[in-house]
């Protein structure tokens, strides 16, 4: 089956970095376009990012824009998000999903990886 297994998450204070991994296994990697979500104590899960099946374009909430790079590598069947410049509103599990590239909806979805982010 589908499996998305993100890690990296952590606490670390305002101004650090991060780099989120998400694994997956049982589906064509390369025919998924990718991306990262998050969800803050009390609020909806939001979109950070995403990343086409080839990696050739990406696109990020205007929130993180700037400081948060999503990449892949499809031979390791992973998708990574560099987060730079972290601020206490970053504080979120974190959720990589996938969708088929032609498709509007995500499929499948990770566990999540909690990050918090101190002032």
């Known amino acids: 089956q589908v499996q998305l297994v993100e890690s990296g998450g952590g606490l670390v204070q305002a101004g650090d970095s991060l780099r989120l991994s998400c694994a997956a296994s049982?589906?064509?990697?390369?025919?998924?376009?990718m991306g990262w979500f998050r969800q803050a104590p009390g609020k909806e899960r939001e979109f950070v990012a995403d990343i086409t099946w080839s990696g050739g374009s990406t696109s990020y909430a205007d929130s993180v824009k700037g400081r948060f790079t999503i990449s892949r590598d499809n031979a390791k069947n992973t998708i990574y998000l560099q987060m730079n410049s972290l601020k206490p509103e970053d504080t979120a599990v974190y959720y990589c999903a996938g969708r088929r590239s032609r498709s509007p909806t995500y499929a499948y979805w990770g566990q999540g990886t909690q990050v918090t982010v101190s002032s």
């Open positions: 049982g589906l064509t990697f390369s025919s998924y376009a």
